[in-house]
């Protein structure tokens, strides 16, 4: 009960710290989107402005409290090796693969994946995740079998994922199944008497 306690102070509201009207109304945004446990939430913003920090505080909001919050940062992986990280794989399905590997949409089932620097991530990589977001299931890489994750996806980007759309770079169907409920979080220079807890920035 302790931890828990410490944990909902943590990556709570409580800890991003801000009294300007633009992030007021970010915080009456993160109350009204964290009751939904499994509706998408899409949050955009510059480097720096507390993406990640406010996507645990959704989570921490959320009726999947109790549950995982897991994240991956998705420009830190190749394309192969974010497919294997996001929906795990079975033993020989790769060089390199000596061992069957839960993925990160089961290592969270119950509770959220949040998916950072969204629009990293590769074309192959796009259609598994809109496969998921659709239907819910998805398969490990090496493996026919179809399995089922309860798994409520948040995303966030510092880019602009509509001119990435429009170029031909993000599928338009996979952002709009993303962005459900859209955050979007004021660049720092627009915050007068606002600062974020620096060990927290994203």
């Known amino acids: 009960m302790a931890l828990r306690q410490q944990l909902d102070t943590k990556f709570g509201l409580e800890n991003i710290i801000?009294?300007?009207?633009?992030?007021?109304?970010?915080?009456?945004?993160?109350?009204?989107?964290?009751?939904?446990?499994?509706?998408?939430?899409?949050?955009?913003?510059?480097?720096?402005?507390?993406?990640?920090?406010?996507?645990?505080?959704?989570?921490?909001?959320?009726?999947?409290?109790?549950?995982?919050?897991?994240?991956?940062?998705?420009?830190?992986?190749?394309?192969?090796?974010?497919?294997?990280?996001?929906?795990?794989?079975?033993?020989?399905?790769?060089?390199?693969?000596?061992?069957r590997r839960i993925g990160r949409f089961e290592e969270a089932n119950g509770g959220t994946l949040f998916l950072d620097e969204i629009g990293e991530i590769d074309p192959v990589v796009q259609v598994k995740l809109l496969r998921f977001l659709g239907e819910r299931t998805f398969e490990r890489v090496g493996s026919n079998k179809t399995l089922r994750s309860d798994v409520r996806v948040m995303a966030a980007t510092n880019r602009n994922l509509a001119e990435m759309v429009r170029a031909g770079k993000f599928r338009e169907d996979l952002f709009f199944r993303l962005r459900v409920l859209e955050l979007r979080l004021p660049a720092l220079r627009d915050r007068k008497s606002t600062r974020l807890n620096s060990s927290h920035r994203t």
């Open 18 to 99: 801000g009294r300007s009207p633009v992030m007021k109304e970010v915080f009456e945004t993160v109350k009204q989107v964290a009751p939904a446990p499994s509706t998408p939430v899409l949050i955009l913003g510059e480097s720096g402005t507390g993406k990640e920090l406010i996507a645990k505080a959704i989570h921490q909001l959320s009726p999947r409290s109790k549950r995982p919050l897991v994240t991956v940062h998705c420009a830190a992986l190749s394309a192969t090796l974010l497919e294997s990280e996001l929906f795990g794989h079975e033993k020989g399905a790769f060089t390199g693969a000596h061992e």
